[in-house]
């Protein structure tokens, strides 16, 4: 995925650290992102083509997560899901997730092409059932190819715009690939900027570097990442998060179906590697 939000949190006394750098490893690698703006497409999908749309008009349609199992026991609060289905010309979507509400029910989202010509305009209303909060995203690509995304609250404070725009044939992209994408954004409330881009690497691989910037300009947090398409059609994914002193490794597998397997690994860079990496196991499918 454009890859995905991380967690960041204070380093805790020397024994625990292992522990909080792998849940907090954990939770960035796995949020789950189908209502919300994250691209929780295939690595191949995103390869192929930059989302250009708000999430429950991308992300695959069904899908089912399991965090691996906590000192051998594997319960209900483990698994995640989501369903996503036509209604109409709109599209309606829920998340189950237990860990963030008692009842399962994690988010439910609405989402509709509201202009359709030479230029595309989504909107999304998702509401949150863990804060009863309600959000509101839009997505605008124009003639020339330039998304320019955006959200607000219910109490109408604008979140996180994002403008992201696909370059071709620049004399970097001619020596390395043929396309050069560049997502800047801006977090409007505290200001933190954040550029992320995505360059091809021949035909089966990118490079996504991504800087996060606080209001007075220090790096706050940086990233680097590398996605390859394999010979067989599965898809690798690594993203290394020296803030938080792990490397996350996502693997895709594709099935003749449409529907694929992935696996997502946060894997820490010191300690136990075998006990501390957090993992999960997803399904997605489409139909």
């Known amino acids: 995925g454009t890859q995905r939000p991380s967690a960041h949190h204070a380093r805790p006394p020397a024994v625990e650290t292992s522990n909080a750098t792998s849940a907090a490893a954990m939770y960035a690698s796995i949020i789950f992102g189908l209502l919300a703006s994250v691209d929780d497409r295939s690595i191949a999908d995103r390869m192929s083509e930059p989302r250009s749309t708000v999430g429950l008009l991308s992300n695959p349609a069904r899908s089912l997560t399991?965090?691996?199992?906590?000192?051998?026991?594997?319960?209900?609060n483990a698994f995640r899901g989501a369903w996503r289905q036509n209604l109409g010309d709109a599209q309606v979507g829920v998340t189950l997730d237990k860990q963030k509400h008692n009842d399962f029910f994690n988010t439910a989202g609405l989402a509709k092409r509201v202009v359709d010509n030479d230029m595309k305009l989504d909107a999304q209303v998702t509401h949150d059932f863990s804060d009863q909060s309600t959000r509101l995203e839009a997505s605008l690509l124009t003639k020339d190819g330039t998304r320019i995304s955006g959200d607000v609250d219910n109490n109408m404070k604008l979140g996180r715009v994002e403008v992201s725009k696909t370059?071709?044939?620049?004399?970097?992209?001619?020596?390395?690939?043929?396309?050069?994408?560049?997502?800047?954004?801006?977090a409007v409330e505290s200001r933190q900027v954040t550029i992320e881009a995505q360059q091809d690497i021949g035909n089966k691989n990118a490079i996504i570097p991504r800087v996060a910037l606080s209001s007075d300009g220090a790096v706050e947090n940086w990233g680097v990442g590398w996605m390859s398409r394999l010979s067989n059609g599965d898809a690798v994914h690594a993203q290394l998060n020296p803030q938080d002193n792990n490397v996350n490794v996502r693997y895709d597998r594709a099935c003749d179906d449409g529907s694929q397997w992935r696996l997502n690994a946060a894997i820490p860079s010191n300690g136990d590697i075998v006990s501390n990496t957090a993992w999960s196991v997803s399904r997605t499918w489409s139909k």
Do not use: F, H
């Open 66 to 76: 399991s965090d691996g199992p906590s000192n051998g026991n594997l319960n209900w």
């Open 167 to 186: 370059l071709n044939d620049l004399p970097l992209s001619r020596q390395l690939g043929d396309r050069l994408t560049l997502s800047p954004s801006v």
